[in-house]
């Protein structure tokens, strides 16, 4: 584990990005916005969005003064015990991350794809997939994501595309849903739903510089956000809100019901294979992010030997709720409480940055 990397690019970090930011759109969130915002659940995907973007950006423009990493920017200005304070609290937002996906994909997985396995070996199994990617380091990882990012968009985009058949477009209305200020009010709240974006300010010193940082923000968050709209308008149009509030799977739902000819049918379990391999990678980013930061607030020279361990720690948790519908609730809990590390943070190191601004030089790289 190298805290002085610099190798990573534009591609690396707009994949980890997106693959940290997208997984929910195959989970039980995208109805439980409809739940929410009925029919103007794709604009509280985008005002979550554009609050977790805008926030990251200022988190990174602070960096690109500062130097450094995230714990280095919060040391410098609050001091060791903010940067230990701030350290623990993304610990505990990515750990809290990975077991739920880890528990909701484990689960889904049994309801689509090996109904008759049992649920703790696909649990241990993820986490031993995604132990193994983190392993290598966040360089592989990233050059992975991108290998499979234009796979996952392009199946994504098939899909929408297969469904127009099935398309009611007054589904959409009436387009205010249940009020446009309680869309943006969601919105904001669930922003902890696109945490994962603050992983370019964790891993700042593995980018070449600041602007790589800033355009793999703009462009994986941002592709992340459009393709997440498109689906939940594409999931609208197809099942309609009332429906739509039923689905326990919504992605799989929907690709459920594309049909090519009688020669080739059941097209989703062709890509349970790359659901599978996006799971494993969000679980993986999330799990390295727990892994570094511990990592690097005990100084430790590399933290390979508490892949297994944290690896081992996140598998027994995810086991722990007794079924899906509490893990589900718990997830709910966790976007609110997660949306701190997109508020608060940025927030307070601007106003110490503020406050110092006349004795920071700037600095063209992190």
Same mark, same amino acid.
């Given at each position: 584990?190298?805290? #002085?990397?610099?190798?990573?690019?534009?591609?690396?970090?707009?994949?980890?990005?997106?693959?940290?930011?997208?997984?929910?759109?195959?989970?039980?969130?995208?109805?439980?916005?409809?739940?929410?915002?009925?029919?103007?659940?794709?604009?509280?995907?985008?005002?979550?969005?554009?609050?977790?973007?805008?926030?990251?950006?200022?988190? +990174?423009?602070?960096?690109?003064?500062?130097?450094?990493?995230?714990?280095?920017?919060?040391?410098?200005?609050?001091?060791?015990?903010?940067?230990?304070?701030?350290?623990?609290?993304?610990?505990?937002?990515?750990?809290?991350?990975?077991?739920?996906? +880890?528990?909701?994909?484990? @689960?889904?997985?049994?309801?689509?794809?090996?109904?008759?396995?049992?649920?703790?070996? =696909?649990?241990?199994?993820?986490? =031993?997939?995604?132990? =193994?990617?983190? /392993?290598?380091?966040?360089?592989?990882?990233?050059?992975?994501?991108?290998?499979?990012?234009?796979?996952?968009?392009?199946?994504?985009?098939?899909?929408?595309?297969?469904?127009?058949?099935? /398309?009611?477009?007054?589904?959409?209305?009436?387009?205010?849903?249940?009020?446009? @200020?309680?869309?943006?009010?969601?919105?904001?709240?669930?922003?902890?739903?696109?945490?994962?974006?603050?992983?370019?300010?964790?891993?700042?010193?593995?980018?070449?510089?600041?602007?790589?940082?800033? #355009?793999?923000?703009?462009?994986?968050?941002?592709?992340?956000?459009?393709?997440?709209?498109?689906?939940?308008?594409?999931?609208?149009?197809?099942?309609?809100?009332?429906?739509? #509030?039923?689905?326990?799977?919504?992605?799989? @739902?929907?690709?459920?019901?594309?049909?090519?000819?009688?020669?080739? #049918?059941?097209?989703?379990?062709?890509?349970?294979?790359?659901?599978?391999?996006?799971?494993?990678?969000?679980?993986?980013?999330?799990?390295?992010?727990?892994?570094?930061?511990?990592?690097?607030?005990?100084?430790?020279?590399?933290?390979?030997? +508490?892949?297994?361990? =944290?690896?081992?720690?996140?598998?027994?948790?995810?086991?722990?709720? &007794?079924?899906?519908?509490?893990?589900?609730?718990? @997830?709910?809990?966790?976007?609110?409480?997660?949306?701190?590390?997109?508020?608060?943070? &940025?927030?307070?190191?601007?106003?110490?940055?503020?406050?110092?601004?006349?004795?920071?030089?700037?600095?063209?790289?992190?």
């Amino acid at each position: 584990m190298n805290y #002085q990397g610099g190798n990573m690019g534009i591609a690396a970090g707009i994949a980890l990005v997106f693959a940290v930011t997208i997984p929910r759109v195959f989970l039980t969130s995208l109805a439980s916005r409809l739940v929410d915002d009925a029919q103007l659940a794709w604009f509280s995907v985008a005002v979550s969005a554009g609050a977790a973007m805008i926030m990251t950006k200022v988190l +990174l423009y602070i960096l690109s003064r500062t130097g450094g990493d995230v714990i280095d920017g919060v040391r410098w200005l609050l001091g060791s015990t903010a940067a230990w304070l701030v350290a623990l609290i993304y610990i505990t937002i990515f750990l809290a991350n990975t077991v739920l996906l +880890l528990r909701e994909f484990a @689960e889904n997985t049994l309801l689509t794809a090996l109904p008759l396995s049992e649920f703790s070996l =696909v649990t241990i199994w993820y986490a =031993v997939w995604a132990a =193994v990617f983190i /392993y290598f380091g966040i360089e592989v990882v990233g050059r992975v994501a991108y290998m499979v990012l234009p796979f996952l968009v392009a199946s994504m985009l098939l899909i929408v595309i297969l469904l127009i058949p099935f /398309y009611n477009v007054y589904q959409l209305v009436p387009w205010q849903g249940n009020g446009l @200020e309680i869309a943006v009010y969601h919105g904001l709240t669930m922003a902890g739903t696109n945490v994962g974006a603050v992983i370019l300010a964790i891993y700042a010193r593995e980018f070449q510089n600041a602007k790589t940082t800033a #355009q793999a923000l703009f462009w994986g968050l941002g592709g992340s956000m459009l393709i997440k709209v498109v689906y939940t308008q594409s999931y609208l149009m197809t099942f309609g809100v009332y429906v739509g #509030q039923e689905k326990i799977l919504p992605f799989f @739902e929907m690709t459920r019901l594309v049909y090519l000819n009688r020669f080739l #049918q059941r097209i989703e379990a062709l890509l349970i294979a790359l659901w599978a391999m996006v799971s494993i990678l969000a679980i993986a980013i999330s799990l390295y992010t727990v892994v570094y930061l511990i990592a690097r607030i005990l100084e430790l020279p590399s933290g390979r030997p +508490l892949v297994p361990l =944290v690896a081992a720690i996140t598998a027994n948790v995810a086991m722990m709720p &007794p079924d899906i519908i509490t893990a589900i609730g718990y @997830e709910k809990i966790y976007l609110y409480i997660s949306s701190a590390g997109v508020y608060a943070i &940025p927030a307070l190191l601007f106003l110490a940055f503020f406050l110092k601004r006349k004795g920071v030089k700037r600095c063209t790289s992190v």
